[in-house]
């Protein structure tokens, strides 16, 4: 006997009981333990930060997470998981500087480091017990017992060994380079960071401004200008707050260039944009080559000198690369400073005036111009963003700054026109504050000169969906630029390079014992925290000069964290060196799409770079989640989805469902509770009333899958069998090939045929009293699919698998493996497998569906028997096909007799209504004799009366005694299909009687006849 199952099952309750179940009897470890030896199947769980509660998001990609190593171990692999928490980093810190209502640097240095960081340590950990919670609950089996934490000392000191291994090889060098900077975090971004930030909507200033020339620097006009009017070049920019670093002006060489004259004075802008530019009251007075303008001088706009701000040259040595701030020399000051216009082979003809305005301080272009020039660099901007100096703005954030410049310049007569202009602009991805361009020191990885290597490992990778492999991710690395992976902040892995003042002398640490046994070490104290300020007081003899070596400022990327977590999860080199070659790389990663840039990319850079190999085989790339309506899910639009409101509805089982089936891993999706809840009734319910009824009706025949032997099995059987093998060809297939959604969809359509098709068409077998051969074929075939149906299932829906597991297999078989985890995934019987079967059903039941419709175009319902209907189907071959499953069609559309129709054959009979879908035909005759009437209304009778047996709360197998009304007419038909009537009710007498008190009844009109039924449980 099979555990009674209602039909009404509350799924999250349901799962509860089995998340007990598991963990009592440690299904997880067993599944590793029994597969202990086999082959391994590696998963790389990219850490998540603890520091907020988890979102749908996340639960998106900790399914897709579970399903494949599920998958693999019931394939035979031994598949273990090491969970892992993403520590350190600017987000973190992020939120600790809200709850603490700072606004930037300074106040974290006066609250005092040390501080900053215990609290920074606590919160990443604020959310790990609802991070558990939610990982347990939606069934995602991974080792958090024993996960790795990026901010362990072990961890760090794996990190450093990476560092100095790159150290060595000359990959790491400090640059002096333009960065992207945020002013608010006070740190540089990383390109990969940078990418995440774009907004295309920023709004500036768009504004052309007059730069003076200087007389007597210029030689276009023959002598001098025909008039006294001053000469200007005119530039564009969307940023005013760079023009006080305005150190030179370039124009393409070959460009022309128009001298338009006006009132008051000369303007000059390249001849291609003069129309674009709109000068008003201007005309061309003479065309001059850009060539030409090169080598006059123009005013300053604002004199450095004049405001407090230093003026530095790049010095001959500036071209080489590397270069140091010390390259940029002091310069003296200078009141009749003058700036050149220089020539720029990037200047563009296509927006602006064709001159531009050059601030080596800002700008990658600018500063790769500067050094090839030789220009002046005039950094009139802190590390704030605030302008520094005693300019009327100073003191000001850049973009405040922008209004004021403006109004500055057009009091002395500078500014030709102002504007908006709406442009593509990066903003911080963390704080949302707006990037400068700076010219700064930073410490970068020479990722690109791995570029051919980091391409080539690609080519051994297998994205899911593909097009990631050579477009968002290929172009990512055929653009690769190097690495800026040091940052001025606080809470992160210390970068491990020690600098000596003295002699300049850099050595970078590899290992705490390297640390240890450095010359005159001082500040160690232990316990050691590898953070900072502790590891900053740590200071040691140069082996150079013996000066003293302290550490630089700097922590590192917290992407590199978690790109170092192939090997730094295993404390690698220093620890588990087995363990880390037995899990490189891994097999499998998942992730959504925005990580192409950050964790998958700083996974295979590392990897690349360190080990000259990819770390990861395969790769599925998931789409951002969108609200029902298609927007982005935000706190501040308050459209977030709640994780758990939709698992305490639904369960995780719908969810999981939802998340694997919805959209294929790649595409956008749009997210809602009541597509989980469609998902639920239309799948999982499906699912569970199979199961109902077979386990009712079972337990009433006591049907023993241990004894049923070989039974005879009818078409319909081997049908459902050949589709079952089918399947799980096809879901082995799909799961294979990382394509959890195919294989989804797959299942979702035998299910339905299971139930719409085979159960339906065979509820009578299971449903007659006898316990015949066609019965236990029934049974048998039914059962052999829920088994086989469990175990396909158990990697997406491991809860209601398991349910079903151990009630169908465990609960008649002691023996059986434990849980449905610890099975094996099925093998098809090929042989089981017969296509032409198939074909003749799937014929069938478009034909039935066919026949429904015409029904319905007829308005007559299904239960009324039709004396015939006329199938057309397009050839020989499906109408003999057909014939075959002529009784199945009779009984589906309740029809006395069929007849086949090929090709053009046949045609539009008057007498019947017909249904068309490409080539098939479907026409049922709509005349009723009184016979098909009264059958008519017998079967009407049947079902009101199993309906009332449900009402009256009788159970499936009670007998009862049907009472009913005495009409003429209604007792032609009880007498008539009384054998019917009996069986199909399980009625043991029909009497023509009123129906005792005790009686259940209920009255109905049926075609033209007021009938009233009584039944009550038979004695
Ligand atoms: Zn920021
Ligand atoms: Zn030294």
Known sequence: MFRPVSSKVNFPQLEKSLLSFWKEHQIFGKSLETRCGATQFTLYEGPPTANGSPGIHHVLSRVFKDVIPRYKTMKGYYAPRKGGWDTHGLPVELEVEKMLGFTGKAQIEEYGVAKFNAHCRDSVFNYLKEWEAMTERIGFWLDLEHAYRTLENSYIESCWWALKQLWDKGLIYQGYRVTPHCPRCGTSLSSHEVALGYRDDAEDPSVYIKFKLKVGSFTFFVAQPPSDKPVFLLAWTTTPWTLPGNTALAVAPKAQYSIMEGADDYLILATALVDKVQLEGYKSIKVVSGRGLVGSEYQPLFNPHDFGVERRRFSARAAEENLSYEMLTLQPEDKNLAYPVISGDFVSMEEGTGIVHIAPAFGEVDFEAGKSEGLDFVQPVGLDGKITGTFPFAGKFVKDADPLVLENLKSRGLLYRGGRIVHTYPFCWRCEAPLLYYAKRTWYIRTSLKKEALISGNDEINWYPEHIKYGRFGNWLENNVDWAFSRERYWGTPLNVWNCSDCGNYECIESLEDLKSKPNLQGLIEPLDLHRPFVDDITFSCSKCGGKMKRQAEVIDCWFDSGAMPFAQWHYPFENEDTFNRSFPADYISEAVDQTRGWFYSLHAISTLLFDRPCFKNVICLGHILDAEGEKMSKARGNVVDPWSVLDSYGADALRWYLFTAAPAGNVRRFSSDAVAEVLRNFLLTLWNIYSFFVVYANIDCFDPKSAGTPSLSDLDKWIISRLNQLVVDVDEALDNYDPTSAGRKLEVFVDELSNWYVRRSRRRFWKSQSDADKLAAYTTLYGCLVTLSKLLAPFTPFVAEEMYQN????????????????????????????????????????????????????????????????????????????????????????????????????DEPGYISAVEGDYLVAVATELSPELEAEGIAREVVRRLQTMRRSAGLDIADHIVTYYNDGDSIQMVMTKFADYIKQETLSRDLISAAPPAESYTEKFRISNYEISLGIKKAA
């Not at 019987?829 to 319905?856: H, K, N, P, W, Y």
């Not at 028997?865 to 006329?870: C, D, G, V």
Request: charged fraction near 30%; hydrophobic fraction near 40%.
């Open 808 to 907: 169908l297999v465990r609960s008649v078989d002691s023996k059986a493996v434990e849980s449905v985890h610890l099975a094996d995934f099925p093998v098809p019987d090929r042989a089981q497998i017969d296509a032409e079967l198939v074909e003749a059903t799937r014929l069938a039941m478009t034909v039935c569906s066919l026949g429904r419709a015409a029904r319905a175009k007829a308005g007559i319902k299904v239960r009324q028997p039709l004396s015939r209907a006329l199938v057309k189907v397009r050839s020989a071959g499906e109408k003999k096909a057909l014939q075959k499953l002529t009784y199945q069609i009779l009984d589906e559309l309740n029809v006395k007799e069929v007849e086949f129709h090929k090709g053009e054959e046949g045609g």
